[in-house]
T-cell receptor
Framework: AQSVSQHNHHVILSEAASLELGCNYS??????LFWYVQYPGQHLQLLLK??????LVKGIKGFEAEFIKSKFSFNLRKPSVQWSDTAEYFC????????????FGTGTKLQVIP | GAVVSQHPSRVICKSGTSVKIECRSL??????MFWYRQFPKQSLMLMAT?????????EQGVEKDKFLINHASLTLSTLTVTSAHPEDSSFYIC????????????FGQGTRLTVV
């Protein structure tokens, strides 16, 4: 069975600091990888996804993630966070059909201090 | 992105009663809908996948007789928690996808169920 680990449960950063959220998955086959964001009081939204091709994926709002197959990782990065990035971030993986049977990590709460 | 509406957003019910949660795709046809459950400080756990007009496929450990899923149209799926107990209290989230393969799944806002 596939699983996803997010190592940081709660991250607090000052504005303009750089962000990196770790995500590791376990699955032996071909994977699709996702980062979702949930702003306070809002729905889960797709931040970015990797299906194939360039392992460096750029998403919305200046976020990017890099798929490193050898490390089974898909870390999320942003060079300079803003207060509006305060949210919960979920890494997720699926192994077939794109969005079918998506397995989520436990989430990381990011708090950005002005 | 497309809009998925989930209703109600919060519900409190008595033990032994049944509760129905609706998930609607407002501006696209959802051939596949997913139901998740989220416990406090834990991940979203996939409960079942439903394709329009077919029986839902339940994940291991999910009681199909307790969590009834209906996906009778391309815009509506319902989850009914039957004979609810306090341990069923949780956050339930649906997502809807407009097709197979790489079609994105859009999430509803979730339903907070409290069984007293």
């Amino acid at each position: 069975a596939q699983s996803v680990s997010q190592h940081n449960h709660h991250v607090i950063l000052s504005e303009a600091a750089s962000l990196e959220l770790g995500c590791n998955y376990s699955y032996g086959g071909t994977v699709n990888l996702f980062w979702y964001v949930q702003y306070p009081g809002q729905h889960l939204q797709l931040l970015l996804k990797y299906f194939s091709g360039d392992p460096l994926v750029k998403g919305i709002k200046g976020f990017e993630a890099e798929f490193i197959k050898s490390k089974f990782s898909f870390n999320l990065r942003k060079p300079s966070v803003q207060w509006s990035d305060t949210a919960e971030y979920f890494c997720a993986v699926s192994h077939s059909g794109g969005y079918q049977k998506v397995t989520f990590g436990t989430g990381t709460k990011l708090q950005v201090i002005p | 992105g497309a809009v998925v509406s989930q209703h109600p957003s919060r519900v409190i019910c008595k033990s032994g009663t049944s509760v129905k949660i609706e998930c609607r795709s407002l501006d696209f046809q959802a051939t596949t809908m997913f139901w998740y459950r989220q416990f406090p400080k834990q991940s979203l756990m996939l409960m079942a996948t439903s394709n329009e007009g077919s029986k839902a496929t339940y994940e291991q450990g999910v009681e199909k007789d307790k969590f009834l899923i209906n996906h009778a149209s391309l815009t509506l799926s319902t989850l009914t928690v039957t004979s609810a107990h306090p341990e069923d209290s949780s956050f339930y989230i649906c997502s809807a996808s407009g097709g197979q393969g790489v079609a994105e799944a859009f999430f509803g806002q979730g339903t907070r169920l409290t069984v007293v």
